[in-house]
């Protein structure tokens, strides 16, 4: 079955069939659906190779992410492909290894291959550096702030919020001296996590606890856990700013004999699906990581089939997550969900 096979047994043009396939906004909506009828009826799937060079197109997106190891980015890369698939495209994956040089390799690779757009993880290169690989000139989306790369379409998680809030909520357990722990690396997400946490303390009206910096891993929170317990001057709680940092926050309580979250509340942030296999379970802000690949994808293909986008004011998408409320804080009648 083929194009013409499809236009004769709708009773229309091929130049018909192949607007409702190219061009669906040009065909009236009664006929378009007529054709697309057919096409079900005969179980036609278009040729997607040679329609994209019919467009002039690859039918190929790239999705360059800092990292696999974490969950969020697995979520991240399923939401792409989810719109990707709707939209007939293929995602070529490209890991940069959260550096700017791995970014500026990754994008000349897929700028090579003609890749149609690029979907842009976490993005560490400066603005020379991004506009020296020519990703300017083709449809692209930052997943990030993309702050100092100017004006770009991007789509973000509201850190910042997000931390205000579970500063606020470990505030309202009656949780006095909050310390924060943070990812030594991750500056944009550090910060703005590092802002709300002190908009709450302010907003509280108490002094903002100590902040310590470590190796996003379950390794870097143990041994940043063990220093600050070989002090003897421990926290209320301690807000990491990834799960992966609680989980070694809690492993070193253990090893020390510090009670969560009798004496230590401990809270994290991604909300991964061993938040609820660790005892006790883990109180963490969830990310809409699933989501914002979509949205990330969406506002892709949104500026690849319309042009005329590309003129336009970039956009910014902010997505909001939520709190995820579990027992490593105390106090049973908070074990809900709360939404921002």
């Given at each position: ?13 091929v130049a ?7 061009h ?13 009828a ?6 036609y799937?278009?040729?997607w ?7 002039g197109?690859t ?25 990707a ?8 994956l490209c ?10 390799d ?12 690029v ?16 990703l ?10 993309g702050d100092?790369?100017?004006?770009v379409?991007?789509?973000y998680i509201?850190?910042e919020g997000?931390a ?7 505030f ?9 722990l ?10 703005a ?7 709450a303390?302010?907003?509280?009206g ?6 310590h ?9 143990y041994l940043a ?12 709680a ?5 799960d992966?940092?609680a ?6 309580a253990?090893?020390e ?8 509340a401990?809270?994290?942030f ?11 379970e ?23 089939e ?5 003129d ?7 997505l ?9 804080c ?5 074990i809900?969900?709360?939404?921002e």
């Open positions: 079955m083929n194009i013409k096979e499809i236009a004769r047994q709708a009773q229309v043009s018909t069939v192949s607007r409702v396939l190219n669906p906004e040009q065909v009236q909506p009664e006929t378009r659906e007529h054709v697309l057919v096409m079900e009826q005969f179980h799937t278009p040729n190779f040679a329609r994209g060079l019919n467009l197109r039918n190929t997106v790239a999705l360059l992410v800092p990292t696999f190891e974490h969950g969020i980015y697995h979520r991240v890369v399923t939401g792409v492909e989810t719109v698939a709707k939209k007939g495209a293929g995602v070529l890991n940069t290894h959260g550096t700017a040089e791995g970014e500026v990754s994008l000349r690779m897929v700028l090579d291959r003609k890749v149609d757009g979907i842009l993880g976490a993005a560490r290169l400066s603005a020379a550096q991004l506009d020296a690989t020519g300017r000139e083709r449809p692209f989306v930052i997943i990030g702030r100092g790369l100017g004006d379409t991007a789509c509201n850190f997000s205000a809030r579970m500063t606020q909520h470990l309202e357990l009656g949780r006095r001296r909050v310390d924060l943070l990812d030594e690396d991750s500056h944009s997400k550090s910060g996590i590092l802002q709300g946490y002190r908009a303390c302010a907003q509280a108490l002094p903002a606890g100590q902040v910096t470590a190796e996003d891993s379950l390794r870097g929170g856990a063990r220093r600050l317990f070989a002090t003897g001057s421990l926290p209320d301690i807000f990491a700013s990834s992966e940092l989980f070694g926050v809690m492993k070193a253990r090893a004999g510090v009670d969560i979250p009798g004496r230590l401990v809270a994290g991604s909300d991964s699906p061993m938040c609820e296999l660790v005892t006790p883990l109180t963490s802000v969830e990310q809409p990581a699933h989501r914002l690949g979509m949205v990330a994808a969406r506002l892709l293909f949104d500026l690849i319309d042009e005329q986008l590309a336009r004011v970039p956009q910014q998408v902010v909001q997550p939520k709190l995820k409320i579990r027992r490593s105390g106090n049973e009648k908070y809900y969900e709360l939404f």
